[in-house]
T-cell receptor, first 113, second 114 residues
Framework: NAGVTQTPKFRVLKTGQSMTLLCAQD?????MYWYRQDPGMGLRLIHY???????AKGEVPDGYNVSRLKKQNFLLGLESAAPSQTSVYFC????????????FGPGTRLLVL | GENVEQHPSTLSVQEGDSAVIKCTYS??????FPWYKQELGKGPQLIID?????GEKKDQRIAVTLNKTAKHFSLHITETQPEDSAVYFC?????????????FGKGTHLIIQP
């Protein structure tokens, strides 16, 4: 049982390039989330999904798109990367609605030059 | 939307002493308040949580208190040990941490001095 895994661990992009971050969970969780973590800012919610085929915007969704084609996977896309998107990205999942532990992945460190 | 303030940003205590981290939230509809510990290079990990219908919860050396009237909650760590050194985040949610995720504080870097 690997829990929540994220691919890649680290990536460097040039401004304007695109990429997709992959999050996978093997706990059969319904809810999945993407957060970004910046120094001194805590974690901020980008997008989330309450089930396969559904997505919703969080606090800071601009510049990102997401897809949840399979229950176990949640993809975060950057269509045209900007230096402001340099951050550490964390994926999380939880079993069901309400009062359940959110399990976090190890993070993806992204540097946009 | 919800706003969570966390203090202090850095806390240094002697090994064996107690540490207290405080958070305030803005939305009175928030009903779930978890605390996460993040070690260097890792993702956050839940250490304790409390629901709005409970005033205090304890788990061994860790306790959380909630004051709904004042809209603040605190993390208490007693008999601190070197392995307690990490960044701690408080969070709040209106949906029990489910449908709309969590709103996090900015974190407290806890340093345990030997």
């Amino acid at each position: 049982n690997a829990g929540v895994t994220q691919t890649p661990k680290f990536r460097v992009l040039k401004t304007g390039q695109s990429m997709t971050l992959l999050c996978a969970q093997d706990m059969n969780h319904e809810y999945m989330y993407w957060y970004r973590q910046d120094p001194g800012m805590g974690l901020r919610l980008i997008h989330y999904s309450v089930g396969e085929g559904t997505t919703a915007k969080g606090e800071v969704p601009d510049g990102y798109n997401v897809s949840r084609l399979k229950k176990q996977n949640f993809l975060l896309g950057l269509e045209s990367a900007a230096p402001s998107q340099t951050s550490v990205y964390f994926c999380a999942s939880t079993r069901t609605v309400g009062w359940e532990t959110q399990y976090f992945g190890p993070g993806t460190r992204l540097l946009v030059l | 939307g919800e706003n969570v303030e966390q203090h202090p940003s850095t806390l240094s205590v002697q090994e064996g002493d107690s540490a207290v981290i405080k958070c305030t939230y803005s939305d009175s509809a928030s009903n779930y308040f978890p605390w996460y510990k993040q070690e260097l290079g890792k993702g956050p990990q839940l250490i304790i949580d409390i629901r709005s219908n409970v005033g205090e919860k304890k788990d061994q050396r860790i306790a959380v208190t909630l004051n709904k009237t004042a809209k603040h909650f605190s993390l208490h760590i007693t008999e601190t040990q070197p392995e307690d050194s990490a960044v701690y985040f408080c969070a709040a949610s209106k949906s029990g941490g489910g449908a709309d995720g969590l709103t996090f504080g900015k974190g407290t870097h806890l340093i345990i001095q030997p």
